[in-house]
């Protein structure tokens, strides 16, 4: 008996260890994907289809990298395999596949298939679709148009949508309700008329009708993240932060969620774990502009300035166009009292951007610890003739004024 536990135990571990490695190999095809690294991402999914060759999430990227590269035929055969698993999951990619390859027929009658599934877009989302190019112009896609695919249900809502992208919440509002008297269990209802309620500035009302898109549908990202937006608008980072962990538990393939994270727990003085979220998002993207900066100002605040010149030299090495970057560097310069980088940090800055007099406050301020007071004088006096009113104290106690 204590043997058959122990194998069981023994199992178990195996088995979970093979989880986590495909989900990595998994995650690592998504990085790859989104950094249009096509050859990479197919090789990662091809490895997570070996020994999960139902899972339909790896087949459908792998035939969107397969896409990509153009090897159509290829990924034609993945998204038929996903389709298989999943009745029409992938019709819309096979009809852009035959789109693409210039097979109208083809690509209409999977377009068709796709229309007629829980999945389908919306026409504008097709229509814009550039795939289409090539048989946009010929009868049998005309033709195909003739035909109304969508339920008047669905076009009140895409024009109640439409409304409210014109900025016309109240029209938006009114036609909302009609339709959720009709089907009260559509998430994408409330979704948009919370929309609606936060052009108004009804911020409880808007709230509301998330918390029920969210409850309805609670997979679906865009309402956590529009209840996130509205979260910070209330001051209500706490509850902001638990819709970030909820999302991030269940899409980690979203990335740019972890940086949208840390940026909040920066904002909240959570160094540590807004560190951990750069250090997840960079273990996939390691020369991230952005991600990088991040890594900076978490650094700086955090009194921390060593690590942060590290993080923005980085940065400077890839981009030397941004102001802000010189800036930041210039503010870290300073507090380890390295006056003369500082001061030249600065100057790059003004080069960008001579119209900031903040940063002619700060050079001039750099300029004093140098000794040069003339010219930090000449800083303070650009400042002023701005509009910046502080730096009259450092003209009148350091200049003469």
């Known amino acids: 008996m204590r043997l058959r536990l122990v194998f069981v135990f023994v199992f178990a571990l195996f088995l979970l260890h093979q ?11 998504m990085a790859s994907f989104q950094q249009r690294d096509f050859p990479q991402a197919v090789q990662s999914f091809t490895g997570v289809l070996k020994t999960s060759p139902e899972n339909i999430d790896a087949l459908q990227k792998r035939g969107e990298a397969f896409f990509c590269m153009g090897n159509y035929d290829e990924a034609l055969s ?12 992938s019709s819309f990619w096979i009809s852009k596949c035959f789109a693409e390859k210039g097979e109208a027929q083809n690509a209409l009658e999977a377009l068709a298939d796709h229309l007629n599934s829980p999945y389908k877009l919306t026409k504008k989302e097709i229509l814009l679709d550039p795939s289409f190019r090539k048989i946009e112009n010929t009868r049998a896609w005309r033709s195909f148009w003739k035909k109304d695919w969508y339920k008047p249900y ?7 949508e439409f409304l409210i992208r014109q900025e016309k919440p109240n029209e938006a509002i009114e036609k909302l309700n009609i339709l959720l008297n009709q089907k009260d269990d559509d998430a994408s209802l409330y979704f948009l008329r919370s929309k609606a309620y936060a052009q108004l500035g009804m911020y409880n009302k808007s709230l509301a009708d998330l918390n029920l898109a969210v409850s309805k549908a609670p997979s679906e990202n865009t309402y956590r993240e529009e209840r996130i937006a509205l979260y910070l608008k209330m001051k209500r980072d706490e509850d902001a932060l638990n819709d970030y962990a909820e999302m991030i538990k269940t899409s980690p393939e979203e990335f740019e969620l972890y940086l949208k994270r840390a940026g909040l727990l920066l904002n ?14 960079l273990g996939y993207f390691k020369e991230d502009e952005k991600a990088l900066y991040l890594g900076g100002k978490i650094s700086y605040e955090s009194g921390d300035y ?8 980085q940065v400077l090495k890839k981009d030397q166009t941004k102001d802000i970057y010189f800036i930041a560097r210039g503010d870290t310069y300073t507090k380890l009292h390295t006056w003369e980088y500082a001061a030249n940090d ?3 800055a003004l080069d960008l951007n001579p119209d900031n007099p903040e940063v002619y406050i700060s050079r001039g301020i750099v300029r004093l610890k140098e000794k040069k007071n003339k010219k930090a004088c000449y800083d303070f006096d650009k400042a002023f003739k701005m509009g910046e009113k502080k730096a009259l104290d450092y003209l009148q106690k350091y200049c003469g004024f």
């Not at 669905?154 to 109640?160: D, G, I, R, S, V």
């Open 306 to 313: 060593y690590n942060a010149v590290k993080y923005f030299n």
């Open 19 to 29: 989880t986590e490695a495909q989900e990595s190999l998994y995650l690592k095809g």
């Open 346 to 348: 600065y100057s790059m």
């Open 154 to 160: 669905e076009n009140e809502k895409a024009e109640a």
């Open 268 to 281: 909240m003085h959570d160094y540590r774990y807004a560190m951990r979220d750069v250090n997840t998002y």
């Open 78 to 89: 993945d998204f038929r395999s996903a389709n298989s698993k999943k009745n029409n999951y």
